[in-house]
């Protein structure tokens, strides 16, 4: 079973930064793409951004020159550097990883959350 495991969400207030976190843990023999996606009160759970094991980034247009992904394929983590938050970027954000484990082949799977809130 594999495990992803988020941090780093809280209040921040507009024009702020925050860092989030995610570490998978688990019977994993390697981690391909990683990426971060949020869901904000009665919406539906959108992109933020993906990174590959190789480093090619993706991100969504609402985003774009504000947040950066970054990951350690050693550590198998990922990061959201989120910089000049906005009351919009309220919501859940969501790790998820495509994982290929020892014994299951490739599987997709989603941490529990971590809520991110943009308010003064």
């Known amino acids: 079973q594999v495990q992803l495991v988020e941090s780093g969400g809280g209040l921040v207030q507009p024009g702020g930064s925050l860092r989030l976190s995610c570490a998978a843990s688990g019977s994993i023999f390697s981690v391909a793409r990683m990426g971060w996606y949020r869901q904000a009160p009665g919406s539906q759970r959108d992109l933020v951004a993906t990174?590959?094991?190789?480093?090619?980034?993706n991100y969504a247009d609402s985003v774009k020159g504000r947040f950066s992904v970054s990951r350690d394929n050693a550590k198998n983590t990922v990061s959201l550097q989120m910089n000049s938050l906005k009351p919009e970027d309220t919501a859940v954000y969501y790790c998820n990883a495509d994982v290929y484990g020892y014994n299951a082949g490739l599987k997709n799977y989603w941490g529990k959350g971590t809520l991110v809130t943009v308010s003064s």
């Open positions: 990174i590959t094991t190789g480093g090619r980034t």
